[in-house]
């Protein structure tokens, strides 16, 4: 009986196996790349992640691409461009002879069919139609000619055209599966084409041989040029530097700092830390509330943190120092304002003195008109942001202030949190190249403006930025905008963010975008195979 | 019975469709939060997935879609919840299942050993049923995974992918039934009919195979059902900690983003399996001891 | 049980043999293995893991005895009433126990977690309440098993209502089942909060708990496996010690 029973669990357990099993047509140059976290939805018209475009990116091709090292915008899928002199008409002349991978033909007609979906308010877009701006409508001029139509000037338009969010897929697909369905079938023009998309499982893309109107900073392929590349899921950090050590992928994404600065020492492993353009990690101060409300005090709590000690101990000295609302590698970022607010608790400790606080009560915490500073710090769990706000603590004690850390669980429960008011600081950020995402966090009435800033001069030039289509003036008026948001001392910047990836020594030429997250597959060799 | 089934299986999503409610925001707040996307945009996006109609309408739409076989659809993507599951169930189950026969082996091994009085078996089971699994589960990636590069960390590639969690998670899982099983064991080894067997000079392997075993397992079948529902809790932290698909993970996602119908759907399909696992056990029950069909 | 009784007294006095501030972090001394400073070596802010271990105890099992408490307190209520409920209720309840023992606990964990915020009451309940539903099973079973015991009948003879009976005999005749249970429930707390430290949901960075710790050392544990280790060891000991004494006490009423 007992032997039955064991019988049947083996042939089950057995057979349940072999489905799973995929028949891996060995290909020389198939790599595994780890991807961390199982984005919600794969469909790059739809959904947000950033995870998704790291496969993606070399599925689709977009109108136009930024050069990864000089950041200008170079020709995509259309070979020139222009704007009219009010800036409300692009004119794209696409590339003619393009295909996509089920062999259909790229056309004006087939922007246009993309441009549908991703307006269609039934597609439910989570990014791309936001990234959109103030787009109202196309007109194709001919075959080859597209005409985008806006209600108002939007200068960050070529920046979002340039993005994955927006890359352009076949119409022939798109009306063959619904919306739901899309993202298990995708078919771009990219040089790399859509295989297979398990959820929790993996994601499997194919070389296109037939690619052959790349981007300029795209290399043709040789006989070491990666072929075939699955991608995996790595939610647990701890997990990740140990499958890339054991062989199971040859490219990590997100490794941890400490496990990173380990690796360096392993022969068989290239460290290829990425600087990622966007929001640094920072902490926005709730200027509505006791005692951010007071200036000195925001200024006085950048002062008493130490930035170069936690980069240290938390990200092992793999990030720079972060003294803007943008990260250094973001477009427009403004070098006037490094260095500001350095690390001095003395002088902390005299601004937080000359506002009035001291310790009277002598416990060796501040308090001012008989109530103690207690500084409210909303914590979520990601980014090594428990720990930077612990160090935070311990450094804010020193000048005598007191922390209450605030965990929230997920980002639902951060934005219900943050919604409720009565925090003082929150840790939250975003990335993109484009700084246009600060209108965002800084106008008046913007949808994230956690801060509670109200301010008309930093409200225009925000606004300014984006109708503004000379980069020079762009330029100018980001750098007041940064100037002001620090001036104000209206967040606590820590550090830029990294992207620690780590590499198998037989993988070479790997390389990232503009945006930082997404890797130049198609330039991708690899040796010895 | 039937009808009892089905009062358990409506009861499971009543308590699952309440409950996620109470939580504040859904799928849609933390999506939405960094994309621009106005306060009368996510209104109407919300509007789209019907979270804007009263409470008791949802719940009866929802029911009605179940009692047709329909659980509803993801909100995040759109995929209907029962191919979620259908296409999640087959690694869970197999790891399920590999870890279970892991248990039984295990569990009858030590177990026996164990009620025989070894002492070094009693300590493997104390150790199984005491030790964080997560904290095995590193060790074992640690050892086997790194340290001596015998076995892939992570992933679902064929049988090897699924030696180190079915180990580990059948390890923890032996631990009850190695217990039950000593017990047993301890208590037969000086019943009479054993006695009688030694006296007719069988070996002593083949005594305690034959004999004292087949009296202890009665018990063991009833707490190796229970333990089903400890290897679905086990399969959400194995799965992570080895990075496996399967339901384990989708539910820990889903419930981390809001996405109400994926996890009512797993929680009915949970319930489903819990009964049938616990029908099956009575079955076997019976199967092995006469007296209690009577 | 002496073994216990040890375990509980060490786990009271341990923040006493504390060589360092368990709380305050050092950047320039992160992840030194063990050492003569540091008996068992610093985690991944400096912190003494020695200290930490020995003040984590009282986080630890209080989080654990109050979910313990959380559990048994409707559960033995709800279990001895239903012992005593009519045949009907009883199927009702017993189709309830089945749908709620069907139920993930992590759902119960997010969601009590989400509501009540952080902290040790938010925790113990989070893993508590998960365990109310068996407990009434486990009650009721151990009620029904005596429920034709000779003294049982002599009271019910003489008179007696059914909440006497119930309190005065049932009660105090099952207690040694209930306090070998409790001991169950009590190290099924301490490994379920544990949990849902690894999964994210324990909330309180740095604080010294066992299961906090454990799952922040995970976190180093290729380049630091001592931090994990001393509360892993922590937990597993404290988990054995506990479930001997509930296998002593179960045992000997029967001798």
Known sequence: ?529 | ?294 | MRLLMFLIAFVIVAPLLATHDPMSTDTDSQRLPPHAAHILGTDALGRDVWSRVTTGGWRTFGVAALATVIALLPGIIGGLALSAAPRLVEQLADSSINAVLAFPSVVIALIVLTLLGQGVMPLAFAVGIAQIVPTVRVVRGAALAIRGAGYLESARSLGATPTRIVLLHVLPNIAPTLLAYAGVVFSYSLLNSAALSFLGLGGEPGVPDWGVMLAEGRQAFRSAPWIAFAPGVAITLSVMIVNRAADQLGRSPRR
């Open chain 1, 1 to 529: 009986m007992l032997l039955k029973v064991l019988r049947v669990i083996i042939l089950l357990a057995l057979m349940l196996n072999a489905c799973t099993t995929t028949s891996e047509a060995q290909s020389r140059h198939r790599i595994i790349y780890g991807l961390t976290l199982q984005p919600s939805g794969f469909d790059p018209h739809i959904h947000a992640s950033s995870e998704l475009g790291i496969p993606l990116r070399s599925v689709y091709d977009t109108l136009v691409y930024r050069d990864p090292t000089t950041g200008d915008f170079v020709a995509g899928l259309a070979s020139s461009w222009t704007v009219s002199p009010d800036g409300l008409n692009y004119t794209f002349i696409l590339k003619q002879g393009v295909t996509f991978h089920d062999g259909t033909t790229f056309n004006a007609q087939a922007v246009a069919a993309n441009l549908d979906r991703i307006t269609n308010p039934d597609t439910a877009s989570q990014k791309a139609i936001f990234m959109l701006g103030s787009y109202t409508s196309y007109e194709i001029v001919d075959d080859s000619t597209i005409r985008l139509i806006l209600s108002e000037p939007y200068s960050p338009l070529l920046d979002s055209l340039s993005q994955v969010y927006l890359g352009m897929a076949s119409p022939a697909a798109l009306s063959a599966f619904s919306n739901e369905r899309y993202q298990f079938n995708q078919v771009g023009t990219g040089p790399f084409q859509f295989v297979e998309y398990v959820p929790q499982d993996r994601l499997v893309i194919r070389r296109n041989l037939n690619y052959s109107w790349g981007p300029a900073f795209y290399n043709a392929p040789t006989s070491d040029s990666v072929d075939e590349i699955e991608f995996r899921f790595y939610t647990d950090p701890a997990t990740r530097a140990i499958a890339l050590e054991g062989g199971d992928v040859q490219v990590m994404g997100e490794l941890l700092p400490v496990d990173a600065r380990a690796l360096a020492v392993n022969q068989e492993i290239i460290l290829n830390p990425v600087n990622v353009p966007g929001q640094p990690l920072q902490f926005l101060m709730n200027t509505e509330q006791f005692p951010t409300d007071n200036l000195v005090v925001r200024r006085a709590l950048i002062t008493a943190t130490n930035r170069e000690a936690m980069i240290d101990a938390v990200f092992q000295r793999f990030s720079p120092i972060a003294w803007s609302p943008i990260a250094a590698s973001t477009r427009f970022y403004s070098s006037a304002v490094a260095g500001a607010y350095d690390y001095d608790p003395g002088q902390a400790r005299a601004l937080l003195e000359s506002a009035g606080y001291t310790d009277s009560d002598n416990n060796g915490y501040l308090d001012f008109g008989g109530s103690e500073l207690i500084l409210n710090v909303i914590v979520p769990p990601w980014g090594l942001i428990p720990d930077v706000a612990q160090l935070l603590q311990d450094q804010w004690r020193e000048v005598g202030l007191r922390v209450v850390l605030e965990t929230v669980p997920t980002r639902n429960a951060l934005v219900e949190r943050v919604n409720q008011g009565g925090y003082n600081l929150v840790a939250f950020y975003e990335f993109g190249s484009d700084p246009s995402f600060l209108n965002r966090y800084f106008t008046t009435d913007g949808v994230n403006n956690w801060t509670n800033f109200i301010d008309a001069d930093l409200d225009r030039v925000l606004r300014d930025a984006v109708v503004q289509s000379d980069a020079a003036a762009r330029g100018s008026l980001y750098a007041e905008a940064q100037r002001i948001i620090m001036d104000r001392a209206l967040i606590l910047p820590i550090r830029d963010y990294v992207n620690l990836n780590g590499v198998q020594s037989t993988i070479q030429n790997l390389t990232y975008d503009a945006y930082g997250w997404f890797p130049i597959l198609n330039n991708v060799t690899v040796s010895g195979g």
């Open chain 2, 1 to 294: 019975m039937i009808l009892r089934v089905i009062g358990v299986l409506w009861l499971a999503a009543t308590l699952a469709f309440f409950a996620l409610r109470l939580l504040p925001g859904d799928a849609i707040t933390a999506q939405l939060v960094d994309s621009g996307a106005s306060a009368a945009q996510i209104e109407s996006r919300r509007a789209a997935l019907g979270l804007d109609a009263p409470l008791f309408t949802q719940y009866t739409d929802w029911l009605v879609g179940v009692v047709s076989g329909d659980l509803g659809v993801s909100m995040l993507d759109g995929q209907p919840v029962n191919e979620i599951v259908a296409r999640q169930v087959v690694p869970t189950v197999s790891l399920a299942l590999a870890a279970l026969l892991v248990a039984i082996i295990a569990g009858l091994i030590l177990g026996s050993a164990a009620g025989l009085g070894s002492s070094s078996a009693r300590f493997a089971l104390n150790i199984a049923l005491s030790a964080p699994i997560y904290w095995t589960g590193t060790l074992a990636i640690w050892v086997f995974a790194l340290l001596l590069d015998w076995l892939p960390s992570s992933g679902d590639s064929g049988l090897t992918g699924l030696i180190l969690p079915s180990a580990v998670l059948g390890f923890h899982t032996a631990g009850a039934i190695g217990r039950v099983i000593a017990a047993g064991v301890a208590e037969t080894v000086n019943a009479d009919f054993v006695f009688t067997a030694r006296s007719k000079g069988l070996p002593e392997g083949l005594i305690v195979w034959r004999h004292i075993l087949r009296a202890s397992l009665l018990p063991a079948v009833s707490v190796i059902a229970l333990q089903a529902g400890f290897l679905l809790g086990g399969v959400v932290i194995t799965e992570t900690l080895f990075n496996r698909p399967g339901i384990g993970r989708v539910l820990l996602d889903a419930v981390m983003r809001q996405d109400y119908p994926v996890v009512q759907g797993i929680v009915v399909w949970t319930a489903a399996v819990y009964i049938i696992v616990n029908a099956a056990a009575d079955v076997i029950t019976r199967q092995l001891d006469p007296r209690v069909a009577a």
